[in-house]
């Protein structure tokens, strides 16, 4: 397996840096060149919380869809945005455990790419699925 660290948006609440967002949860995305898909590990502390001990589902889907569009932005350079992201909760993700969410560009047409994503346990449970499509933007 061969991960390269993506560079991140430094204003982006997942993947941000903390002097440009003091809200972001600063995580590294990475690319597996080999098995083309995205990689974040995290370990998720108190300030995550929805319900006590439970990480919040909107901060899982947020990781969920970075995972998907960087998935995109490793294999074409032009700036996809999410237009739908369908979210499935499995089991919960508690506090103070080790997760990672993968990323994968599972086909791409026209100005649509559609992508999937998922977050395991240390033990390689599914957690959380999703499935979105992505839309290709005019230049910004």
């Known amino acids: 397996m061969s991960l390269k660290v993506l560079p991140g948006t430094p204003s982006c609440f997942v993947c941000g840096d903390k002097k440009e967002n003091s ?7 990475c690319w597996d060149e080999d098995d083309e898909h995205t990689s974040i590990s995290f370990v998720p502390d108190g300030s995550w919380c929805g319900y006590e001990g439970i990480v919040h589902g909107g901060i899982l889907a947020a990781i969920l869809d ?43 047409e026209e100005r649509r790419a559609y992508t999937s994503a998922l977050i395991q346990d240390e033990d390689g449970n599914t957690c959380v699925e999703a499935k979105a499509v992505f839309v290709l933007t005019k230049a910004i």
């Open 23 to 29: 809200r972001s949860l600063e995580l590294n995305i």
């Open 66 to 108: 970075d995972a998907m569009a960087w998935a995109i932005k490793a294999l074409d350079d032009r700036t996809y945005v999410t237009a739908k992201m369908n979210v499935t909760f499995k089991r919960p993700v508690q506090l103070q455990r080790h997760y990672s969410a993968s990323g994968f560009l599972d086909r791409k």
